[in-house]
Nanobody, 122 residues
Framework: VRLVESGGGLVQAGGSLRLSCAAS????????LGWFRQAPGQEREGVSL????????YYADSVKGRFTIAGDNAENTVYLLMNSLSPEDTAVYYC????????????????WGQGTQVTVSS
């Protein structure tokens, strides 16, 4: 099983980034894919999730209206488009997959990527 994130980097406040997560080694269509983030000294928090089976999505209040999650089942890839970024969005962003996901509860996710750093300068 592999989840490989990419697309992180340094961006100025107000800018945008698109993260990608390429998945392999498990039946992608049966899983939900989530994005999480962890800032230095803070706990990992859920950002957004998408169900690969029906495309339903969920967003944390902190990113609602600014971030968009999308999946490409043909490519086994999930994306996170992040707009209107602020320094508070600075964190390592992780992709995760879960078979029985009902929320952004970390414990519901079975597989995790290594993360990609997003840094937003003011």
């Amino acid at each position: 099983v592999r989840l490989v994130e990419s697309g992180g980097g340094l961006v100025q406040a107000g800018g945008s980034l698109r993260l990608s997560c390429a998945a392999s080694g498990f039946p992608f269509d049966d899983y939900a894919l989530g994005w999480f983030r962890q800032a230095p000294g803070q706990e990992r928090e859920g950002v957004s999730l998408i169900s690969s089976s029906d495309g339903s999505t969920y967003y944390a209040d902190s990113v609602k209206g600014r971030f968009t999650i999308a999946g490409d089942n043909a490519e086994n890839t999930v994306y996170l488009l992040m707009n209107s970024l602020s320094p508070e969005d600075t964190a390592v962003y992780y992709c995760a997959a879960g078979l029985r996901v009902t929320s952004l509860n970390i414990d519901e996710y079975d597989y995790w990527g290594q993360g990609t750093q997003v840094t937003v300068s003011s």
